[in-house]
């Protein structure tokens, strides 16, 4: 079966710190991995994606995640948090199970201390 | 314009109401989805149209009922639901539906409650 992982409901940091927000996944064939956020009472913002290439993919805001094949794993990461970067990230993989679909772990809240 | 527009933004409706959710994009899109979000979990596929036609359902309860009129807009028709359907709902698009490694735009979504 095709499933997403995210051990942690929630992330703390203190701004200036590197942040990690971890994900693994369980799909046959090749991943197609993505990361999302979600902002309080707002829709979901892409933030990156791997397909294939490079293992460490950039994305927007400064994001960016490692692909590591042998572990299963697509973990987010930022160099120097924000308090902005506060809200509920989403990591997703893109499946065939009887049509494409988009099946997102159950998400990881990130706070962001000042 | 990378926006998807959703509206209304919010919806309080009685177990008796019909009422439709709209949901707008204006970037060529091809597939368009609705899904339904609760409070702090991840949103859940209801339906999948591409190039206008229903290609996905998952299971969805007859009372929620899918448009798709042209490649810019979808519907989501309403009708006598019940209080466990109040919920974000959210209208995403991309560019096709039928490949893997193709991102999704969200809309702000609506928020349905049921009296």
């Known amino acids: 079966a095709q499933s997403v992982a995210q051990p942690e409901d929630q992330v703390n940091v203190a701004e200036g710190n590197p942040l990690t927000v971890k994900c693994t996944y369980s799909v046959s064939g090749n991943p197609y991995l993505f990361w999302y956020v979600q902002y309080p009472n707002r829709g979901l913002q892409f933030l990156l994606k791997?397909?294939?290439?490079?293992?460490l993919v950039k994305g927007s805001y400064g994001f960016e995640a490692e692909f590591n094949k042998s572990q299963t794993s697509f973990h987010l990461k930022k160099p120097s948090a924000l308090v902005s970067d506060s809200a509920l990230y989403f990591c997703a993989v893109r499946a065939y199970t009887g049509g494409f679909k988009t099946i997102f772990g159950a998400g990881t809240r990130l706070f962001v201390k000042a | 314009d990378t926006e998807v527009t959703q509206t209304p933004k919010h919806l309080v409706m009685g177990m008796t109401n019909k009422k439709s959710l709209k949901c707008e994009q204006h970037m060529g899109h091809r597939a368009m989805y609705w899904y339904k979000q609760k409070a702090k979990k991840p949103p859940e596929l209801m339906f999948v149209?591409?190039?206008?036609?229903?290609?996905i359902n998952e299971s969805v309860p007859s009372r929620f009922s899918p448009e798709c009129p042209n490649s810019s807009l979808l519907n989501l028709h309403l009708h006598a639901l019940q209080p466990e359907d109040s919920a974000l709902y959210l209208c995403?698009?991309?560019?096709?539906?039928?490949?893997?490694?193709?991102?999704?735009?969200f809309g702000p979504g609506t928020r349905l409650t049921v009296t």
């Open positions: 149209y591409s190039y206008e036609k229903l290609s």
């Open positions: 995403a698009s991309s560019q096709g539906a039928g490949t893997s490694g193709l991102e999704q735009y």
């Open positions: 791997y397909i294939t290439g490079d293992n």
